[in-house]
């Protein structure tokens, strides 16, 4: 029966082996979108970061005679400039110091606030614990860096110039070292990053066995035995994947250094590459940039490594696991008055002291006529270039209008191509393709927000070849931004395009409808949610983003985010607040609007 | 009502290649109009990737595919005059029953007004008239599987296709919609190809029966011919259980052969055996069992389970140890008692020699 008098068809070779699995591959678009969409990927995402490391090595236009070099040819000159000569050490050893200092301080106190307070939330009997596992984890949906005005609004002192901070107008002048750099930096990071720990920490705890400790002490092991061989060895991949993950967060955190570390030159790695655009050193820059991706690789590329550690505890939380709460006792209040203190210090606080900023004439002053409303809605202020207040400025609502075109165009972008990788990445019958699509689309994950700015700016400012230069346009915000969601949007449409399988378009297909019409009437409906939440996740995101915009923004195309900074650079404190408060306000209602159009918690489960 | 026009299929050196790894390496076959024919075989045995080839899901890497003459090798699947229902259904979850089945009717063209009358015809036909309105979720899996059904069938295929249709549904609604569906492609006449690893489903629905191994087929024919005249070892454990012993053609008178097992002498029918050793497939059900030392084969009782309605026996011979089931409930010999083997005429077979 295997064999037949049937006239052979013989297998194709050769050049006609591959004719065949083209004209296959042409009879569907899967095929044709998916090298579309790879051409489009590698030009916005690979090229760039080509380009500004080609930068580090090449000759830049005006280095010329220090370079003993033509424009453009090889030089290790950018290399030697930054790591070995005289002003390394500003450029990039002290900023690289920094921000290992900042970073691994942050962790410390993360870990050990977040930690406990995981515990608590998820295996005790605290007071509150539902209200607190939502609580405790709103820093992480505000810019980090609203702390940071938060903190000057109350410390700064007389070191830099502009209106004093409340402890200074009250006459008690806070020292350096409270006021700017690594202290201030590394607290706020470190609340800032402290729900990463509650949410990563706690969902291990919650998912842990407690028949699993029960059977070590049944074994006949001690309390602190239990805890230290079967407890930390099990929590360890989620501990130090949430150290991975704050570290890597640091390393490209732009905002917080800037606001606190400049008055002291107190410069990271970030912040050190910001300068070197500025001061137009574009071959430094290429280096520093390429020095904060190297970090970041190696840092996700050991969460990665844990990651898989981590697979293989995957018995953990198998059926008929019990997860019994711990009985505080008559700790149940301390407990409790701990968790509230930590949201009152990372939450209340800050948002009060911006918010009464923005409403005080003099910092500092609670009396009743120190209050105003004029910052917000006033008119013709004695301020130079803040006449009125800031609901009636233009440049602010310029600003707003330029964050929703431009967030809302790159989030909406990001999120159709992040469905349609997910597609093409399930369906395409070639794997290759499959394969680059999904790691090209995964790259701007491993480099930090400012060096990927960097990299557009690299490859973006001037004319190249038919495509002009596009610096000082709303474009490469737009581009910038949707490559740098991709991420998020390619592995949001990866896992619902997984999740939902061939079988429902397959059925359709058999039943003879086109491709098109297999897009429109069954694909997109039933991924309707996930392109929603692949949509408004990154447009949250985004409207708090700042080291993507810091860099290819001009005020033409401020956006909110910008804006209150270049009011910081200008000392407009209550304006700046006034700013900073509104996006806090948007990224936090966007973050309880997705959570109740897409019905999920980010701190789901952790408190019940 | 829907009018079904039955083709044939047929596989003309069907190559199949997944990167380095060759699922089917020369496949032909040819089913006639108006039968079920099952593809039935073990996981991995290339029957769902031949079903998908069929369906134009997957492109063969050589040979020709032909549906009801007509050559479709390079057709995808909405080119192709086939319908399949899916292990899962594949039901579209945001459609009611009645879209669903209207789905495949306005894709050809037709009417959204025509294509919902043809669908509430199918859905009647499969016994879920006045249902149309319910989404897949508010179904129960049964139900489901028959909306299924009645959007492949409103098509009016010339082939409909079959992947594992059952393998959702617990054994007794199982039992229920495989007669249904046995019942519609009689009645209705349309060629079916089906895809189980179930040789009770494959035995209970099919015309022919297409047992696949590696990609090749090990024995095609029909339910009877492969249950009681298995080619191989493979086929005879893979259709219902089977001991497979050692025995000696010693003569052959037509259409019969006098075997030997051991010392039992035995008949059976002959098939393609000659003279000299050979084995022997024997249904558990096949052997007698007596207890003590008789004229017979001596055997020796290893275990005994009571199930119910039958006893299950593991016994020592000197040809092996065999697997024996016994109805005779009220009668069990205990471990490490003596019995005494025979044979009945149905259930054993010559395999090879």
Redesign the interface.
Known sequence: ????D???????VGGARWRYRL??AL??PTTVIAVLMAALFAYLIVVPILSILSDAATVQFGDERRTAGETGSVTIYYLYRAFASPVAHDLFWEPLLNTLKVAFGAIAISLSVGGVLAWLIARTDMFGRRWFATALIVPYMLPAWTFALAWTTLFKNRTVGGQPGWFEAIGLSPPDWLAYGQVPITIILALHYTPFVILLFGSALRRFDSQLEDSARILGAPGRVVALQIILPLMRPALLSAVLLIFAKCLGEFGVPYVLGLPVKFDVLATSLYRSIGSRQTGVAGVLAGAIMLIGVLAIMIDAHLAREARRFVTVGSKGAMNRLSRLKSWRWPASGFAAAIFIVSVGMPLLTLALSTVMHQPGSFALSNFTLDYWIGRDLPTVAMRTGILLSPDLWQAAWNTITIVGIASVCSGILGVLTGYVVVRTTI?PLAIFLRQVTFMPYLVPGIAFAAAYLSLFAVQRGPIPGLYGTTLILILALMADQMPYASRAGISAMMQL?K??E?????????WF?RMT??VI??QKGSLVTGILLPFISGIKGLSLFVILAVPATDVLTTFSLRLVDYNYTQAANAVVLIIAGLAYGGTVLAQRITRTNLAEGLGN | MINQKAGSV?F??V?KAF?AFTAIP?????IEPGTLVTLLGPSGCGKTTTLRML???E?P????ILIGGKDVT?L????RD???V?Q?Y?????MSSLDNVA??LE??GLSRKEARERAEEGLALVGLAGMGGRLPAELSGGQQQRVAVA??LV?EPQVLLLDEPLSNLDARLRRRVRTEIRELQQRLGFTAVYVTHDQDEALAVSDRI?VMKDG??A??GAPRELYEFPASSFIADFMGEANVIACEVVGIDGTEADIRIGSLKHRVPAGRARPGAASLAVRPGAVTLAEGRGEGLAGRILHSAYLGDHVEYEVETDVGTLFIVDHAVDRILPAASDATLGFKNRGIALISN
């Open positions: 029966m295997a064999t037949s049937a006239a052979v068809a013989p297998a194709p004209r296959l009879r569907e794997r399988g079988d429902p397959e059925a359709a297909q058999i039943v003879g409808a086109g019409r009437s069954i409906p039933i | 047929t003309e050196n190559k990167g020369d496949l032909s076959l040819t369906a134009g899901l492109h890497t050589a040979g020709r390079m995808p699947a909405n080119e086939v319908s399949m899916f899962s594949a039901l579209f979850p945001h789905y495949g894709s050809s959007r492949a098509l297409i090749e087929i024995q095609s």
